[in-house]
């Protein structure tokens, strides 16, 4: 009877275990199963998506591609088709007949005229080849907006990956804290250890605990701050895939030299726009030049005045015409010169642009250099440091659980290991995200 009971009481054990679990993963269920999970890539699309600026640039893109197309198409003779039905009351002059008349008439006309230009200075040529670079130039404007959105969410993607670490570390050393507490209160009933013990490990779980809170603010600020960027409602539950961050090694990448472009898009696109900018003058120097244009045309007309069929009225009536015409430029109250000189100017500004821009990515990747290095060898020696930290911890927490050390060497030891493990962390991220702006923009 007593081994029904033992057997009994076992079952019942087990079934709370089981039926906790059960509780636990239904939980999980809940909590994570309507939570949306992104990779580091899904957040950069979905920001491209969602930023207004990106949108703007590809209207732009569009209206800059018409605009070429407009261009090209000036090659194309004009067609012009009119045709004309006019009522005359009193005297007027018959088209049809050229006899001055005053009677009621109607009067029927068309004419179709085609004319093409010759000759214009280059003016077409020149506006056609400015708007093609400006559309070209429009491509790696939208390629430099792609990577600076790219690089900000990678960023904040590794600082949101980096705090949750972080509150994981805290978490886990303030459990420990806490269960420390537990014991020291135990053996001070027993009048092991003073009162000052512990108040010592008290005041080092509010340490934790404000350190804890400091890391969930962040997390959430920069939740919140994703959020905007990706246009996500604020109410909306999101997850994370960290699972190739977590096994990318910083390593691997401090001992590799990548080879890069020499431009950058945002040069490309500055040195498309000083091309453009070049057919711009050869644009306002062409209207100095005459304009020559050669085209021809027919016109008909008929009235209702004479008795003869429409039909035959229009063929008696048909006047053909074939013409040269020269427009010779000869004032244009100095126009020309000023736009000249306008479009000079700006050529200049976009030369100096570029040196800039050339200036500002020389010395930036001589500054990325100097810091991947000192990254590099901290990060080495933070990898040392956190292993040897460790050992001390692990025996610290042993010798002072046997009362061989007290409980500032315990601490002293502790908290060593804390903060080289959540500085190891921090560079980690740093470390990463360097490796992304260096593959796309160094």
């Given at each position: 009877m007593k081994k029904t009971k033992v057997y009994i009481s076992f079952l019942s054990k087990q079934l709370l275990v089981l039926t906790i679990a059960c509780f636990m993963f239904l939980c999980h269920l809940n909590i994570y199963g309507q939570s949306n999970i992104y990779t580091l890539e899904q957040c950069i699309e979905m920001a491209k998506q969602a930023n207004p600026n990106i949108k703007a640039n590809k209207i732009n893109q569009e209206i800059l591609k018409l605009?070429?197309?407009?261009?090209?198409?000036?090659?194309?003779?004009?067609?012009?088709?009119?045709?004309?039905?006019?009522?005359?009351?009193?005297?007027?002059?018959?088209?049809?007949?050229?006899?001055?008349?005053?009677?009621?008439?109607?009067?029927?006309?068309?004419?179709?005229?085609?004319?093409?230009?010759?000759?214009?200075?280059?003016?077409?040529?020149?506006?056609?080849?400015?708007?093609?670079?400006?559309?070209?130039?429009?491509?790696?404007?939208?390629?430099?907006?792609?990577?600076?959105?790219?690089?900000?969410?990678?960023?904040?993607?590794?600082?949101?990956?980096?705090t949750k670490q972080l509150i994981l570390n805290n978490q886990t050393q303030l459990n420990r804290s806490r269960i420390l507490l537990t014991k020291v209160q135990k053996q001070m009933a027993l009048g092991i250890v003073s009162k000052k013990d512990e108040l010592s490990i008290a005041t080092d779980i509010s340490a934790k605990e404000l350190k804890l809170l400091k890391a969930t603010g962040d997390y959430n600020i920069y939740i919140k701050t994703l959020k905007a960027k990706l246009n996500i409602e604020d109410t909306t539950d999101i997850a994370f895939n960290f699972d190739n961050l977590s096994a990318e090694n910083p390593e691997r990448f401090l001992f590799v030299k990548y080879i890069k472009d020499s431009l950058s898009p945002q040069i490309k696109s500055l040195a498309f726009q000083l091309e453009a900018n070049q057919h711009a003058i050869k644009v306002a120097q062409s209207?100095?030049?005459?304009?020559?244009?050669?085209?021809?045309?027919?016109?008909?007309?008929?009235?209702?005045?004479?008795?003869?069929?429409?039909?035959?009225q229009f063929s008696n009536n048909?006047?053909?015409?074939?013409?040269?015409?020269?427009?010779?430029?000869?004032?244009?109250?100095?126009?020309?010169?000023?736009?000249?000189k306008r479009q000079q100017l700006y050529t200049q500004f976009i030369q100096y642009k570029m040196e800039n821009m050339k200036y500002t990515i020389k010395n930036s990747e001589s500054t990325e250099r100097a810091e991947l290095e000192s990254m590099k060898n901290t990060y080495l020696k933070y990898q040392e440091q956190l292993a040897l930290y460790k050992q001390q911890y692990e025996l610290a927490e042993k010798a002072f659980e046997l009362g061989t050390i007290n409980f500032y060497e315990y601490q002293f030891s502790k908290n060593n290991y804390i903060d080289i493990q959540n500085q190891a962390a921090v560079l980690r991220c740093e470390i990463l995200y360097k490796k992304v702006l260096w593959e796309k923009y160094l």
């Amino acid at each position: 009877m007593k081994k029904t009971k033992v057997y009994i009481s076992f079952l019942s054990k087990q079934l709370l275990v089981l039926t906790i679990a059960c509780f636990m993963f239904l939980c999980h269920l809940n909590i994570y199963g309507q939570s949306n999970i992104y990779t580091l890539e899904q957040c950069i699309e979905m920001a491209k998506q969602a930023n207004p600026n990106i949108k703007a640039n590809k209207i732009n893109q569009e209206i800059l591609k018409l605009n070429y197309q407009a261009a090209k198409n000036e090659y194309l003779p004009t067609v012009e088709a009119n045709i004309r039905r006019s009522y005359n009351w009193g005297l007027f002059i018959d088209p049809a007949t050229n006899v001055l008349s005053n009677f009621s008439s109607q009067v029927y006309s068309g004419s179709l005229y085609s004319e093409i230009e010759v000759f214009n200075g280059g003016r077409i040529y020149h506006t056609a080849e400015q708007n093609r670079l400006l559309y070209e130039a429009s491509g790696f404007e939208n390629k430099a907006l792609d990577m600076q959105i790219g690089l900000e969410i990678t960023q904040l993607y590794y600082k949101i990956y980096t705090t949750k670490q972080l509150i994981l570390n805290n978490q886990t050393q303030l459990n420990r804290s806490r269960i420390l507490l537990t014991k020291v209160q135990k053996q001070m009933a027993l009048g092991i250890v003073s009162k000052k013990d512990e108040l010592s490990i008290a005041t080092d779980i509010s340490a934790k605990e404000l350190k804890l809170l400091k890391a969930t603010g962040d997390y959430n600020i920069y939740i919140k701050t994703l959020k905007a960027k990706l246009n996500i409602e604020d109410t909306t539950d999101i997850a994370f895939n960290f699972d190739n961050l977590s096994a990318e090694n910083p390593e691997r990448f401090l001992f590799v030299k990548y080879i890069k472009d020499s431009l950058s898009p945002q040069i490309k696109s500055l040195a498309f726009q000083l091309e453009a900018n070049q057919h711009a003058i050869k644009v306002a120097q062409s209207a100095k030049y005459p304009i020559l244009s050669i085209g021809g045309g027919f016109t008909t007309r008929s009235s209702n005045l004479i008795q003869t069929e429409l039909n035959t009225q229009f063929s008696n009536n048909l006047s053909k015409i074939a013409f040269f015409n020269l427009k010779i430029p000869v004032f244009n109250k100095n126009l020309n010169n000023i736009n000249i000189k306008r479009q000079q100017l700006y050529t200049q500004f976009i030369q100096y642009k570029m040196e800039n821009m050339k200036y500002t990515i020389k010395n930036s990747e001589s500054t990325e250099r100097a810091e991947l290095e000192s990254m590099k060898n901290t990060y080495l020696k933070y990898q040392e440091q956190l292993a040897l930290y460790k050992q001390q911890y692990e025996l610290a927490e042993k010798a002072f659980e046997l009362g061989t050390i007290n409980f500032y060497e315990y601490q002293f030891s502790k908290n060593n290991y804390i903060d080289i493990q959540n500085q190891a962390a921090v560079l980690r991220c740093e470390i990463l995200y360097k490796k992304v702006l260096w593959e796309k923009y160094l």
